[in-house]
């Protein structure tokens, strides 16, 4: 039998609720993490690089993924001081690769790397799950935050849906659903004020998502062939949600999405982070068929499972349901695993952390970052970690 998946366990960093101890005793064995406190596009030195690598030793643990250097917006929008803000994310790369930390997830979506319009949704055992609900989102996008080229964008059954959403709701649940939209800046519990916002979306407006592809394609080939020297591997995080939102291109979303990042700079160094959830928002999406055609490029996992609804909404199900087959998923990861033996590769080992987990019984206690609770993510991680040995005793003993 070959190696096991890696399991790992995001980690927020020293003022997490959810600590290393507690993580070790998820069965967990590698953290995935971040210099959050660094302002994105600035060089992560190697002294602090250590400094957390160190406490993660400490704690009996492997500071497995970078889970993100964040790419500074000059570099997605193409602005002036873009060269300069490459030279860092390198001169970063440097420094992770001397501590010995090779796996580096980003992402490339414009301002929020990630949007909810419900960090509370109740489900009808009583756990909370994060949810995408459609109609509050244009609510929020029309009647909010009022950006001008939303009437255009929306359909009139959208339109008509999110005013009668819109009228339903009291003053105090406006203020929670901005606060849940404005919530998704990178590795932060930060949350952007509508002015601030607009500022950001008018950086912009002459973006549309060729041009966004291009601007990925440029740090692609800026920095890939400096990762390769390094031996560190770059992986891509989809779009979440994989459609676009407040007039902002999406380009991480579809397997032609993926197929143009790995064929923008060819090389066993960009790679992608293969996530379940965010892939697994859009129906058009055939995961296990997609495993299959990208595989070799997989360098870490996020596996989660949303339920998807007809008007483009979802939420956060349980690992091992929702709307994506995560037992025809975890089966082609296997097989990949398998290709990369006989070949004689010698990343096996897939990172792979159980993504977004519920808030569930003691979980309520703690005010951890939305989605990444101790309960509702060691008990996914015990479902995926079953799942693999069940399908691997089933293949190959």
Not at 54 to 63: E, H, Y
Not at 207 to 236: H, S, T, Y
Request: proline residues 5%; hydrophobic residues 40%.
């Amino acid at each position: 039998m070959f190696s096991n998946l890696e399991q790992t366990f995001r980690w927020y960093g020293p003022s997490d609720p959810v600590t290393l101890a507690a993580i070790r005793q998820t069965g967990a064995t590698g953290i995935v993490t971040a210099l959050h406190h660094i302002p994105s596009g600035e060089v992560w030195t190697i002294d602090e690089i250590e400094k957390r690598k160190n406490v993660i030793l400490s704690a009996g643990l492997k500071w497995s993924v970078v889970e993100s250097v964040n790419i500074h917006e000059s570099i997605k929008t193409a602005g002036t001081e873009r060269e300069k803000y490459a030279e860092k994310y390198i001169a970063s790369l440097k420094n992770l690769s001397q501590a010995g930390i090779k796996t580096v997830c980003y992402n490339f979506m414009p301002v929020l790397d990630w949007t909810r319009t419900d960090i509370d949704y109740r489900l009808p055992n009583g756990a909370s799950a994060l949810r995408f609900y459609a109609p509050a989102l244009a609510a929020f996008d029309l009647y909010i935050l009022e950006r001008e080229d939303a009437y255009k964008e929306f359909t009139i059954q959208q339109k008509q849906d999110a005013k009668l959403y819109f009228d339903s709701l009291g003053t105090e649940e406006k203020n929670r659903l901005t606060s849940n939209v404005m919530a998704g800046l990178p590795g932060t519990k930060d949350v952007l004020t509508i002015d601030q916002f607009k500022g950001h979306l008018e950086n912009y407006n002459d973006v549309d998502a060729a041009r966004l592809k291009e601007n990925l394609a440029w740090f692609l080939q800026a920095i890939i062939p400096e990762a390769e020297k390094l031996g560190v591997k770059m992986c891509i995080h989809p779009d979440d949600p994989p459609f676009p939102i407040f007039g902002l291109p999406r380009i991480i979303s579809t397997e032609n999405d993926l197929l143009d990042v790995v064929n923008a700079a060819p090389s066993p160094s960009n790679g992608l982070t293969f996530c379940t959830g965010s892939l697994g928002a859009r129906a058009d999406n055939n995961l296990p068929r997609m495993i299959e055609r990208l595989g070799k490029h997989i360098h870490f996992l996020h596996l989660r499972n949303v339920q998807r609804e007809a008007d483009g909404s979802f939420y956060e199900a349980d690992h091992l349901g929702g709307s994506t087959d995560m037992c025809a998923v975890m089966k082609n990861i296997i097989l990949e695993q398998k290709k990369r033996m006989d070949s004689g590769r010698d990343d096996i080992a897939i990172p792979m952390r159980p993504d977004h987990g519920h808030k569930l019984l003691d979980d309520f206690n703690y005010n951890t970052f939305p989605g990444y609770s101790a309960i509702g993510r060691l008990k996914g991680l015990a479902e995926l970690r079953g799942l693999e040995m069940g399908i691997k005793n089933t293949l190959y003993q």
